[in-house]
């Protein structure tokens, strides 16, 4: 689950965890009289969407006055922000958030996230804060300073000090420096999530450290802990079909193809769809039925991949261990029935009574293109849509 900036922000600060004055507005009159209240002479008005790359798409202005503030609202509120995460639609920016200026020394980077090739969670800095760090990592990676934590004792002040001499940071800079980075993992630890990101982190000319941007990412198996992050969830950030099939307990990530893929297991899924791009294909979505493949699991995965109006065939692949194929292609023929679905479908079938499963389908109404094996089927849905 993904949170706005300003919403992370509010959390950083339960945690003591040093941000700027800001605050979040959802019309042009709440962003001017956030600057006022925030005062100075200085403000900075930020589009808040699920995306980075704001600045670069415009959704990030410096305002030196009042009417600035005014101005640049007006701009950035509604408009369709489009950014290298968003792709070509972009979104639409529904909120701003109002922050103060600040006395920019230096930028920094600084992310948290679990490492999974070490079971364990890292803890990364660079000097090349407000930078990609994806860019960094491939031009620069020996910029980027890794320190894992061990899970059992947490971060230690020794490896806050060693992080803080790697930025270069000394006096009153460093010290505040590693408090911010003893509280920054304290916030990530208790709130069970899977990526803080704050980019950039700033000193400025008073020494302060503070989290000019924060990004925020949570386990959703965890948020049963945490109710007041889920409280959190802006739905209109979220693709809607993905939201639909959260609510039927199906895991489906929308994508740009035209293959729709119904799969039980994710290692199957990404296989099924690393397959079909090899045989030629593009894969529409990821969705993962799980171990039922029941015919109403069934019936909600083809409404799903159908509403994309960009699916010209369905593969279906699933391997019978918990349920058995048979059932499984019981569920299929009733719920292509119940759903009514007019594209080609490739079902591939494997495991406890695949055999009887292959004659079920043969038998339908339905005209099913049975494939063998997982090749098989990548040949005949690109086979299918060259038609």
């Known amino acids: 689950m993904k949170i706005h900036e300003y919403q992370a922000k509010e959390i950083l600060r339960k945690y003591n965890v040093p941000v700027p004055k800001s605050i979040v507005a959802f019309n042009i009159d709440e962003a001017v009289e956030a600057a006022k209240k925030i005062e100075g002479n200085v403000w900075v008005v930020k589009a808040q969407i699920h995306a980075g790359g704001r600045g670069k798409g415009g959704g990030v202005k410096v305002a030196k006055s009042i009417d600035e503030v005014l101005s640049y609202s007006k701009k950035i509120l509604g408009m369709q922000l489009v950014t290298h995460q968003t792709g070509a639609e972009g979104k639409k920016v529904n909120r701003l958030l109002i922050e103060q200026g600040l006395n920019i020394e230096k930028e920094f980077y600084v992310g ?51 992080l803080a001499f790697a930025l270069g940071l000394s ?88 293959v729709g893929c119904m799969v039980n297991g994710a290692g199957l899924a990404m296989a099924t769809m690393d397959i079909i791009k090899l045989a030629g294909g593009d894969p529409a979505n990821f969705l993962d039925v799980g171990g039922g493949a029941n015919p109403q699991t069934v019936a909600e995965g083809f409404r799903i ?66 494939a063998t094996n997982l090749n098989d089927a990548a040949e005949k849905i690109t086979k299918v849509l060259a038609a």
């Open 112 to 162: 948290i996230t679990l490492d999974r090739s070490r079971s364990e969670n890292v803890i990364m800095v660079s000097t090349e804060g407000g930078m990609e760090i994806e860019k960094v990592a491939e031009e620069n990676p020996e910029k980027i300073i890794k320190e894992a934590i061990n899970s059992e004792v947490g971060m230690q002040p020794f490896q806050a000090r060693k």
């Open 171 to 258: 006096g009153d800079a460093f010290k505040n420096c590693v408090k911010f980075l003893l509280t920054l993992y304290q916030a990530y630890q208790a709130t069970d999530a899977t990526l803080f990101e704050i980019n950039p982190l700033v000193l400025t000319k008073e020494k302060n450290i503070i989290a000019l941007d924060a990004k925020m990412n949570f386990d959703d198996n965890a948020l049963y802990r945490h109710p007041e992050i889920v409280a959190l969830r802006d739905l209109d950030e979220e693709e809607p079909l993905e939201i639909e099939a959260s609510k039927s307990n199906l895991n489906y990530i929308k994508l740009d193809g035209n």
């Open 305 to 370: 991949i159908l509403a994309d109006k960009n699916v010209k065939a369905i593969l279906i692949n699933i391997f019978g261990g918990i349920v058995r194929c048979d059932r499984v292609a019981t569920g299929i023929v009733e719920a292509a029935k119940i759903v009514e679905v007019k594209i080609p479908i490739v079902v591939r079938l494997a495991g406890t009574n695949a055999d009887i499963a292959s004659k079920i389908l043969e038998n339908s109404e339905m005209k099913f293109s049975i």
